[in-house]
């Protein structure tokens, strides 16, 4: 019985050790830009980039918190240590990587022109001039439209939030909107509030300004934690977690990231 209890007294030594060398790890996200973050139903946050944030913890042996916040507040506030790594969908761009550090590229979206379907509109400054176009503020849609359609004509009106530029959209107040492929599709054209919208033309490109894939943003030098969040990403590539998610919430396209 002693014996026991010794084991007993040890097992509950080691698997509060475990508990203990379990590092926190804090995301932060803006939870309105579905599919790859969002609030379901019941308020509990869903999405691609929520079940990759848990596959890598898991990998990665760290007890995951959420921290929400704008879009384009994010890298300030991950600056000021409001949390750890920035995990919502965030493009690693030259821009960026001047204030912030990034992990290995995890995935890549194209980012692509919504109009009604019909409109013979195409994603151009030529084809867009006088038109309305709205982005999400703080993306890198908003820098590219701005740089490339703005000075040539075309109204680039900045959203805090995706969701009221689909409804803008839908209210005649807009004329399209450039966003990332899949949250076009699975956040708008996939919904009733969707029907008479369609993407057109090819996607756009400037690898300058709409960067190498999707990466967490860390704190410039945290080195730390970018060595360990990296060799967890090389787990979920290898082991096809990133093909499954990509399955389930991008149907179709191929995500896969620069090397």
Known sequence: MKKLN??????????SAHALAQETLRYGLESQYPPFESRNAQGELE????????????????????VESSFDALIPALQAKK??????????????????????PIYRIPTMLIVKAGEKLLPTAESLKGKNIGVLQGSIQETYAKKHWEP?????????????????????????TLVMSAAGQSGFLDKPQGKGFAFVGKPVEDDTILGSGIGFGLRKGDAKLKGELDAAITKVQADGTITKLAAKFFPGIDVTAAK
């Open 6 to 15: 010794a084991l007993f007294v040890a097992l509950g030594m080691l698997t």
């Open 47 to 66: 999405g691609f980039d929520i079940e990759l944030g848990k596959a890598i913890c898991q990998v990665g042996n760290f007890d995951c918190k959420w």
């Open 83 to 104: 949390f750890d790594a920035i995990n919502s969908a965030m493009n690693i761009t030259e821009a960026r990587a001047k204030n912030i550090d990034f992990t290995k």
């Open 152 to 176: 040539q004509g075309v109204t680039v009106t900045s959203y805090q939030d995706q969701n009221q530029v689909y409804n803008d959209m839908v209210a005649g107040r807009l004329d399209g």
